[in-house]
């Protein structure tokens, strides 16, 4: 059965109550008001945990509440969301439009200037950058493997990265 849809700046969008209450979390809970959700994770595991617990709330059932998972999760990395689900794959594109205006040009300059007219990105540069630093700097442990080692690198003083593949493989436990 076709879900409910709305159009949004000319795009289609579900129009569901599971759509409603993920867009209501999202402007409740953005900066400066993200510090209640920090936990001692990694932030995209924290976000995608959150996303699957409100997906099931209202009634996502466990494969799509699983993928919901999977496109938060995994919205920040662009080398392996391509190769998973499609609507990861999408999620990401999305994700990374809107970071670093990857694909944008494929975009007309009236959706785009419509879209950001209904979603404002209220100073998102700068607001991301001082989120993902802060993160860097009170939980570097949680930067391996993700863009945050990045702005610890560039905007934490003092950050020290936790140690690298390198050194894991380095210093596994086998004599060879």
Request: net charge negative; with cysteine; aromatic share 6%.
């Amino acid at each position: 059965m076709p879900l409910p849809s709305r159009e949004i700046c000319g795009i289609t969008v579900p129009d569901t109550l599971l759509v409603a209450r993920a867009m209501e979390a999202a402007r409740t809970v953005s900066e400066a008001v993200t510090k209640a959700y920090a936990g001692t994770g990694r932030f995209e595991v924290e976000g995608a945990d959150l996303a699957r617990t409100l997906s099931r709330e209202h009634g996502a059932g466990d494969r799509r509440a699983q993928l919901i998972w999977y496109c938060v999760a995994l919205n920040a990395t662009l080398s392996l969301s391509p190769h998973a689900e499609r609507e990861v794959a999408i999620c990401t594109a999305g994700a990374g439009i809107d970071y670093a205006g990857f694909l944008s040009e494929q975009i007309p300059k009236e959706t785009t200037a419509s879209i950001v007219a209904t979603f404002p990105r209220l100073e998102m540069k700068q607001q991301l950058k001082e989120c993902l630093s802060r993160i860097a700097r009170e939980r570097p442990q949680t930067t391996h493997e993700n863009f945050l080692r990045d702005f610890g690198e560039r905007f934490v003083p003092g950050y020290k990265p936790p140690i690298s593949t390198v050194d894991l493989l380095a210093n596994a436990p086998f004599d060879e």
